[in-house]
C-alpha cells in the first residue's frame, strides 16, 4: 500500500513538472510594410511617366521644323572671280573705277551666244561687272517683257526661268548708261543643281539688247 502511494506521488510530481516547460511557438509572424500593404506581392511598381512631346526626339524621325524656311543659295555666284570688292553692301569690282569709253560697236544688238542642255529650268544671274553706276535693264523671254526693269549691281541678282523644250530667247536691254560709259554686265546661266551653263559679257548703249539662246533637248 505504501509503495502505491509513493508511485502516485511520483507521477503526479513529475506531470506538474512538465507542464511548467514552455513548449517552443512554431508560428511565423510578418511585419507589416509600407511596400506589402500597398503591393499584394510586396513589390514595388514605379510610376509610368506620361512621354514629353516636346521634349522627346526620336533621331529616326526627320526633323520638318525647318519646313518652309528659306534656305540658303547653294550656288556661290559671287566668289572666286576676283573682281568683287567685299567692303561694302554694294560690291564695286576692284578693278575698275569707271566703264570703258563708248565705242561704236556697242551702239548695234550684241548676241552672247547660245547652248544646249537637258535641264527643266535655268537660273540667269548678272551683275555690273565695271563701275556700279547705277545700269538699268529690262529682260524678255521670247519676245515678252518678263522683268520691265532691274537694276545691275556689283553682286549678282537675277531670276529662274522654267525651259520650253526647243528656243527659248532672252533679251537684255540696256534702259540707259548710267553715269559712266556703256550699259556693262556679267551673266552667268546655271542649270537646276548649280552647273554653270555659260558666262557672258555685254557692252550696250541705251536701246541696245544682248540676246542668249538655250535649246531644250
Not at 537660273?123 to 529682260?139: A, K, L, W
Not at 526661268?161 to 536691254?173: A, H, R, S, T, V
Amino acid at each position: 500500500m505504501i509503495k502505491q502511494i509513493v508511485f502516485f506521488s511520483f507521477v503526479l510530481f513529475s506531470w506538474v513538472t512538465f507542464s511548467q516547460i514552455d513548449l517552443p511557438n512554431n508560428s511565423v509572424r510578418f511585419d507589416a510594410t509600407d511596400s506589402n500593404l500597398n503591393s499584394p506581392t510586396g513589390f514595388e511598381i514605379p510610376a509610368l511617366k506620361a512621354p514629353s512631346l516636346s521634349n522627346t526626339k526620336n533621331p529616326n524621325t526627320p526633323d520638318n521644323s525647318e519646313i518652309g524656311k528659306e534656305k540658303e543659295n547653294q550656288i556661290d555666284m559671287q566668289n572666286g572671280d576676283g573682281l568683287l570688292e567685299y567692303s561694302g553692301t554694294n560690291k564695286a569690282p576692284k578693278y575698275f573705277t569707271k566703264d570703258k569709253e563708248e565705242k561704236p560697236e556697242y551702239g548695234k544688238d550684241q548676241y552672247l551666244g547660245d547652248f544646249k542642255t537637258t535641264a527643266k529650268k535655268a537660273t540667269f544671274m548678272y551683275r555690273d561687272h565695271e563701275f556700279v553706276d547705277g545700269d538699268m535693264i529690262r529682260i524678255y523671254v521670247n519676245g515678252e517683257i518678263a522683268i520691265p526693269q532691274a537694276r545691275l549691281e556689283g553682286s549678282f541678282r537675277g531670276f529662274d526661268l522654267p525651259l520650253q523644250d526647243g528656243f527659248n530667247k532672252i533679251d537684255f536691254e540696256a534702259l540707259n548708261q548710267g553715269s559712266s560709259g556703256p550699259n556693262t554686265a556679267q551673266l552667268n546661266i546655271y542649270d537646276e543643281i548649280g552647273n554653270l551653263l555659260a558666262s557672258y559679257e555685254w557692252n550696250l548703249l541705251t536701246g541696245n539688247k544682248a540676246t542668249a539662246i538655250v535649246v531644250k533637248q
